[in-house]
């Protein structure tokens, strides 16, 4: 079993920064890739951005581009998500995944809050 703990979310302005962090713990042998999701309410749960263990190539969605980046640390197990100039529309509970080989996991989700 894989176990995977989010944290760093809460609420902050518009223009503001936050850091999400993810831990992976468990039945962990070779992590494939990492990524974090988002929920807003009434909305599908879309990908924000992916990162690979091995080359560490980055994957982001539009609306992410240029605000938000993804690093990884494999020795810990833990990647993160750092979120600049961030905007109303951001709002949502970000989710953290993780792939490895044919199965993936989920962690439980962290809420992010932007006021405008």
């Known amino acids: 079993q894989v176990q995977l703990v989010g944290s760093g979310g809460g609420l902050v302005q518009a223009g503001g920064s936050l850091r999400l962090s993810c831990v992976a713990s468990g039945n962990i042998f070779r992590i494939t890739a990492m990524g974090w999701y988002r929920q807003a309410p009434g909305k599908q749960r879309e990908l924000v951005a992916t990162?690979?263990?091995?080359?560490?190539?980055?994957n982001y969605v539009d609306s992410v581009k240029g605000r938000f980046t993804i690093s990884r640390d494999n020795a810990k197990k833990t990647v993160y998500l750092q979120m600049n100039s961030l905007k109303p529309e951001d709002t949502a509970v970000y989710y953290c995944?993780?792939?490895?080989?044919?199965?993936?996991?989920w962690g439980q989700g962290t809420q992010v809050t932007v006021s405008s």
């Open positions: 990162i690979t263990s091995s080359s560490g190539s980055t």
């Open positions: 995944r993780l792939w490895q080989r044919l199965d993936n996991y």
